[in-house]
């Protein structure tokens, strides 16, 4: 029974990074390569190749290369130095997502032409949009679209430091820069910015949800019922703090918990209920780490 569960756990799996495969095809191929924008990382680095090398000679045969298979090809040392690094089931899924984003890349190219899309605006937002859709249902899968995000894994292995945010950054304005040096379009240039800033949006919405949370303190004499209620009702985390009030020196149950910002006015609303007279400290969680927020390992993608 436990293996059948793995396996439709794993067809699942690689179900869904087809999808995500599929989705960063399009976005690639019918929105950001028809307008010159290369969108930083391995992505763009492919487009400017197929824009100065279409093809390569092989003994007189001229064998054509599309964005898609450059992606690959840049993929292939990358891949090999994160088996010698990573899990098998890692490096095995990330190939699988690196060769059908190669795929459908350059079938979508070939054979979806007349849906290209040329207005500059659209395709800067939705081939950002779809490229960060796409990478957050391929992470949440376990595995990665190749490329940067293996060699900031392996960066990081040696520097733990280094945020995964800044590395990226830097390499995408390299990549965005010998684009627009070699392509010629500054127009194109500047939108890719605009790709990679609403990438990072959908990518991080994707996968994280909006993170914005209000962290509530509450000293009542009626801790108990509020925090019947916020498990009850709300089913929030709730954690008591031991304190003690400087001026009476008695000790003191403290409510602390961390909710999401919608819900934050009924939680407001149960106290106030319970315990018009409750001391009530809200303030914004601008970073939540642990379970139902983010995964301590969430930068190292």
């Known amino acids: 029974m436990t293996k059948r569960k793995n396996l439709q756990k794993l067809i ?76 098998f089931h890692f490096i095995c899924s990330t190939l699988y997502a690196t060769g059908m984003i190669s795929y459908f890349t350059d079938f979508i190219h070939k054979y979806g032409e007349p849906f290209f899309v040329h207005d500059m605006v659209l395709a800067s937002i939705f081939g950002g949009l779809l490229a960060g859709v796409a990478m957050a249902i391929i992470f949440q899968q376990g595995a990665t679209s190749g490329g940067s995000d293996i060699i900031i894994k392996i960066l990081r292995l040696r520097y733990p430091h280094i945020k995964t945010g800044g590395i990226l950054f830097i390499t995408d304005v390299f990549v965005i820069a010998f684009a627009a040096i070699v392509i010629k379009d500054i127009p194109a240039a500047l939108y890719a910015f605009v790709t ?33 209620r916020l498990l009850k009702e709300l089913d929030l985390g709730v954690t008591h703090v031991y304190g003690q009030g400087a001026y009476s020196g008695k000790d003191k149950k403290v409510i602390m918990c961390v909710v999401r910002k919608r819900i934050s006015p009924q939680a407001q609303k149960i106290v106030k209920e319970e315990d018009p007279e409750a001391f009530m400290i809200i303030t914004s969680a601008t970073e939540i780490y642990g379970e139902g927020y983010k995964s301590y390992f969430d930068d190292e993608i």
Not at 213 to 225: H, P, V, W, Y
């Open 196 to 228: 990679v800033f609403i990438n990072g949006i959908a990518l991080d919405k994707v996968l994280y949800g909006s993170d914005e949370a209000k962290l509530l303190f509450i000293i009542s004499d009626r801790n108990a019922s509020i925090t019947r």
């Open 12 to 87: 699942v799996n690689y179900f869904l990074i087809t999808v995500g495969s599929f989705l960063y095809g399009i976005g690639t191929a019918i929105f950001s390569d028809p307008n010159n924008i290369a969108p930083g990382g391995f992505t763009g680095v492919a487009i400017v190749l197929n824009r100065i090398l279409s093809g390569i000679n092989i003994g007189g045969l001229e064998i054509p290369l599309g964005t898609g298979t450059w992606f690959l090809i840049l993929n292939i040392p990358v891949l090999i130095l994160g088996t010698w690094k990573f899990g």
